[in-house]
């Protein structure tokens, strides 16, 4: 069948041929980005063993890759919206796949880190282009159910990904984590080429910002630097130096942010204080994430004497029950409003870590599995459920509809930089050594004092709902509101990407979405 042409773009029906084609090449796309972000914390311990690195070089495993996707997110929904979305989409899976052969390839802890880098900027192309080609492929009427598809498959894939991931590690070996996404493009590039149309926003136009990318990737990478280096170095000037450094980057960025005519994040959008607390509350519970799957990864390997495949399969209950639930609770919230939900859900999802606390040497057990980690994850899973639809539905609400699209971008671009910085700074803060991994007491020791912390962003983010987050305002024109339309989700990297809301008068979008 041949590629339907810029005519047919916007017209292509779920149960046709060519419907189903696009929802496959945007399922295998989105899951290769999603996959590598949480199975990676199952192969660690395995990495650490073979490559003979220590936990700082673990740690910028996992970093390496969030830097570049939570820095560049911004900018590679611009680029497809300007050049392709198919075009932007394709760059970014071949580039993606041959990082993921350089990591599987990697003789040592440098070049694989690098390789992360490199995988987090096709990540950054390919995470918003998958969406954006369902949004601009399907006939109005179908998009719904299409993004629907697109969200629930994506939410199966997440969901068996850890238990494959650990299969993979302890069968031909971690690199096989990596290498595995050689097939999975071997099939999405060329379906992307000939059954999906190619489509543009013909309001994009000016220059992108690529300065306010670099100085915000650059900020996080210095401030990661410092935290992730402490601990070994000390209070050195090397480290001293890379804090200032990012903090006064930090700083640039935002100034740049404000004086630029067509910003990659438009400080307008924070005008809205309901935007503001709900990005606030996202930074608290995904910083709390992001080092809970990290730590809690190692501890059961480690500490609790589990195979990659059992760590995997313990911490499946909790995406199993995103991936069921999730819907429901996102029209729960739409009843009661978002406030109990983004107040309740961060306190359940706190007593789930602090149930962490029992996972020991005795929990290899299937009776310690039962009493040890399953009431853990299982009650984490239930506090996830309970926020992660309200919270990117209040997201959604609290702007414009025009700006629907930006406003998940940035609400998600938020989540993994505090999931990054989150991986850097719980181990220095917790007294974890270089070689911690590798000494079950010590990181147990460390595990300890580290989960109540991660319960404790959690615990803050629920008072500031609490305190500040209220229903949304009614729109008269219920047209006029955003709404999530990603009701499956099971990452735990970050909230779902929503695609940008349709509307007759869109001369605005194309400099909210980082283009003048």
Not at 235 to 242: F, H, L, R
Not at 333 to 351: F, S
Not at 486 to 493: D, K, L, Y
Request: charged share 15%; glycine share 12%; proline share 6%.
């Amino acid at each position: 069948m041949p590629v339907p042409d810029a005519a047919e773009t916007g017209a292509i029906r779920v149960a046709s041929a060519a419907g189903r084609w696009v929802v496959l090449t945007t399922v295998l796309g989105s899951s290769m980005a999603m996959l590598d972000s949480t199975v990676i914390n199952v192969a660690l311990p395995r990495i650490g063993k073979d490559l003979g690195t220590d936990l700082a070089a673990l740690q910028w495993t996992v970093n390496a890759y969030m830097l570049t996707l939570a820095g560049l997110i911004l900018l590679g929904g611009a680029l497809g919206d300007r050049y392709g979305r198919r075009r932007v989409f394709v760059v970014g899976v071949v580039w993606f796949t041959a990082a993921s052969v350089l990591c599987g390839l990697a003789p040592n802890a440098a070049v694989l880190i690098s390789a992360r880098a490199l995988q987090g900027i096709g990540g950054a192309l390919l995470t918003p282009g998958s969406l954006a080609l369902i949004q601009a492929s399907f006939h109005p009427d179908d998009r719904a159910r299409a993004v629907g598809l697109w969200s629930g498959l994506g939410g199966v894939g997440a969901a068996i990904g850890p238990f494959v991931g650990g299969w993979l590690v302890d069968g031909p070996g971690w690199r096989w984590v990596f290498l595995l996404n050689v097939p999975l493009a071997a099939v999405c590039v060329p379906v992307a080429l000939r059954h999906v149309p190619e489509s543009r926003d013909p309001h994009a136009h000016g220059r992108f910002d690529v300065l306010g990318a670099v100085l915000g990737a650059l900020a996080l990478a210095l401030v990661t630097y410092a935290l992730i280096e402490a601990p070994g170095q000390g209070a050195s000037a090397v480290v001293i130096g890379a804090a200032v450094a990012g903090v006064l980057l930090g700083a640039v960025f935002v100034r740049v942010e404000r004086t630029r005519a067509a910003p990659m994040l438009p400080p307008s959008v924070f005008a809205s204080r309901q935007f503001t607390v709900v990005n606030i509350i996202t930074l608290c519970v995904y910083a709390a994430l992001g080092g809970y799957f990290f730590l809690s990864a190692i501890q059961l390997q480690v500490v609790a004497g589990y195979s990659a495949l059992g760590a995997g399969t313990a911490l499946l209950p909790t995406t199993v029950l995103m991936l069921l639930f999730s819907a429901a609770s996102g029209e729960l919230g739409q009843r009661i409003g978002p406030r109990i939900p983004l107040t309740a859900g961060p306190l359940v999802a706190a007593a789930g870590m602090l149930l962490m606390l029992r996972v020991g040497p005795g929990s290899k057990t299937v009776s310690g599995y039962l009493t040890d980690v399953l009431p853990a994850v299982a009650v984490l899973g239930v506090g996830l459920v309970t926020v992660v639809a309200p919270l990117t539905a209040t997201v959604l609400a609290s702007v414009d509809t025009a700006r629907a699209g930006l406003a998940s971008g940035i609400n998600n671009a938020a989540a993994r930089a505090a999931g990054l910085i989150a991986v850097a700074a719980l181990p220095l803060l917790a007294g974890m050594g270089p070689e911690a991994y590798r000494i079950p007491d010590e990181f147990a020791a460390t595990f300890r004092r580290a989960m109540p912390m991660c319960a404790g962003l959690l615990v803050l983010g629920a008072v500031i709902a609490w305190a500040t987050v209220r229903r949304p305002s009614a729109v008269p024109d219920e047209e006029e509101q955003a709404r999530p339309e990603c009701t499956v989700h099971c990452g735990i990297a970050a909230p779902p990407l929503e695609p940008a809301q349709e509307k007759e008068d869109r001369g605005d979008e194309g400099e909210d979405r980082g283009t003048g």
